[in-house]
């Protein structure tokens, strides 16, 4: 195991990130909380994959990036050794999701080749629980006064708390005094994903009150975009990694962007930034400064980090266009279906997913039972053009499978006129997702455009009109043309499937 030696006056430690190269050794760095090189183990949620046993389906996105900037400030420091336990997606109980739409396993596979961490020491809680346990209770029991754990806690405390349950049980649990908890987070000590689970406090008093814990301040800091780990949906402070010459540092911003709610949140790596150097009130220039030019000996595994020019500035330019209101992107399999309304997996779909309308044609009046809505939080009022990424199967008539009722109940609708009520919204497109969409209320045509008067929560309806229409997303603009929202909607990735369907899956 390399220890470190840091040996560094009080009084130096806030000034520590003035100077870094690749040469540095991290002897320049004050640890916390008697950290000295010693063994790391981390466990994080992040799970991408709906966990219908809960009304949180999903983990706290942020560990989609946190994981990768975590990863990065161990690779920095030349210390892959000194990371001994990685598990993620650990609510437990909960399914697991693809690995191509696995937002963690992303993250964590990236990091493991880019900055060659040992891939033995990580383990997806949902597909190989029992190992993931096993190797954390082999690191826990090792503990002694010499050769101290610290635990960064990034998701709910269950999965710990069953490892120091089995550690206790089985006569190990003295080990426990030499284990280190670091947390920042009420969710993550206190979140229960079933009623029968357990929080940190009471996995501290499980062990006998033997475990050390410690909770850092807050890491989010959304009142201000240029300090802490959270800079909500403005990625401006953080720019300095989509433009960096180190293609694993831009990387490493692709990842951030990777965040289902569009912001810019990677509050967990504040934890371990806090172990490492000591400072609790980490920012995005304090994190640029730490990486400097770059983080050494990395490999670099695919071409698409190294990509430059247009098309990097175009998603440059989307990432901008989002964070200023002027892009609003709306997944499909975000609506709450009812009815013969079905979500379908498919890696064609944005998303991994689109819905599909499986009821009869409903030409002549809007049916409740096929009506389905989803809430939209706007933050920039203003007047949006609305279109959508949707596909007829590819045996549909020309003008069939191709329609559906829309409405905006609490918006004003225009199309050449304002208009009230469902009205038909109409695209064609086979094979691929096409971005398109017309109104036709009282059989004219007109692109539909929606003013939200004040920021708020409006609805968005769909109600079943044209059968087996396939839906991937809504995009809403405004400033821009459509020229340029088509542009960006394309940076995604699609596979034309044709009539093939053997690579999609129906869920009701």
Known sequence: MKRIDFHVAATFAVVFLVVFTLSTTVETYAQSWG???NRIAISADGNSASDDGHHWKTGDPDDWGATPAALAMLAKLKMQDNLVHYSYNNFIAAPSGPDDKNQMKIGVDGAVQRWRFDP??????????NAAQDHLKAELVKSTIDDPLYFIHMG???????????????????????????????????????????TLQQTIDYSGG????????????????????NSERDFSPWHWMR???????????????????GKADISDAGMLYWLLLGDENGSPSKFKAFLGSGIPDSNVVDDDTETSGPARDLRAERAAAIQSGKLLIIEAEDFLLRGEWEKVESDDASGGAYIQYSGPNKYDAVDDQQTIELPLKIETPGSYTVKWSMRQPAAAEGDKSNDVWINFPDAVQMAKGQVTGFHKFYGRSKVVFGMNGVLEPDHYHSWLNVTFTEP?????????RSELLQID????????????AQAFMEIDDKKPVGSKESNEHVVR
């Open 243 to 261: 433009d960096h010459r180190d293609p694993n540092v831009r990387w490493l911003y692709d990842r951030m962007q990777a965040h289902s709610g």
């Open 120 to 129: 033995d020491l990580f383990f997806d809680a949902t597909t190989d629980l």
């Open 210 to 229: 033997l475990l050390k814990y410690r909770r850092i301040k807050d890491q989010n800091g959304q009142w201000d975009p240029n300090v802490l780990w």
């Open 35 to 37: 950290y000295d090189g």
């Open 456 to 464: 708020g929560e409006y609805k968005l309806q769909l109600s079943g």
């Open 473 to 484: 997303r809504f995009v809403l603009y405004r400033g821009i043309d459509f020229e340029e």
């Open 156 to 198: 709910p405390a269950e999965f710990f708390y069953q490892v120091v349950k089995e550690t206790v049980d089985q006569g190990d649990g003295a080990a426990l005094t030499h284990v280190y908890i670091v947390s920042h987070s009420g969710y993550n000590d206190d979140h229960l994903r079933r009623p029968s689970h357990h």
